[in-house]
């Protein structure tokens, strides 16, 4: 199971230098997600949160959700980049 999985996931991208990492996409946004083969509970899908501080570690916090801009379509996850193609509507200046 995928904790917070969408319904609307169209797009699941693995990170290439990090076969653990991954992000679902669906039309509003994506997760970050890290596989975890070997954990107390046994493997688990652990969605990734954001920690902005050091004292923030030891507290349960949800995964971070990136909202998307309609005109992106993410294509590449590279070293938890995500590199996305932006749709242009071809009128020059």
Known sequence: MIPN???QT???LF???????FVTVDPEKI???LCAAVSLEGSSIIPLPEYLKLDEIDKQKPGVVTYLDRDLKPIILKSGFVYSHARTDGVRG
């Open 5 to 7: 999985f969408s319904p």
């Open 10 to 12: 169209y797009n699941v």
């Open 15 to 21: 990170d290439l230098d990090d076969r653990n990492l």
């Open 31 to 33: 997760q970050t997600y």
